[in-house]
């Protein structure tokens, strides 16, 4: 059974950070890269950052250097630390299980959790 929870989003002020985490059943977790996505009012849902099993991250231009992913093997969780927060980074971020393709990452099953809302506003 694929499942995600996603936890740590907030309100935080241009500039600040936040950490979140997504804890994942066994099935969605191994085996499976890992990525963050986003979703902003009106727009459509955009790869943030993805890990690989063996440790290997990709981003988004716009979060590199700012965000940084990570997993956990052992909890079977991925974290999101993102510092530098800007307005356009408010948005829904989810996680999920992906595969790469095409130079891209693409979710690997037709399911979402229910997010975690983070908002960049003075």
């Known amino acids: 059974q694929v499942q995600v929870e996603e936890s740590g989003g907030g309100l935080v002020q241009p500039g600040g950070s936040l950490r979140l985490s997504c804890v994942a059943s066994e099935t969605a977790f191994i085996r499976n890269a890992m990525s963050w996505f986003r979703q902003a009012p009106g727009k459509q849902r955009e790869f943030v950052a993805a890990?690989?099993?063996?440790?290997?991250?990709s981003y988004k231009e716009a979060v590199r250097g700012r965000f940084t992913i990570s997993r956990d093997n052992a909890k079977n969780a991925v974290y999101l630390q993102m510092d530098n927060l800007r307005p356009e980074d408010t948005a829904v971020y989810y996680c999920t299980p992906t595969y790469y393709s095409g130079f891209r990452y693409f979710p690997k099953y037709d399911y979402w959790g229910q997010g975690t809302q983070v908002t960049v506003s003075s």
């Open positions: 890990v690989t099993t063996s440790g290997e991250t």
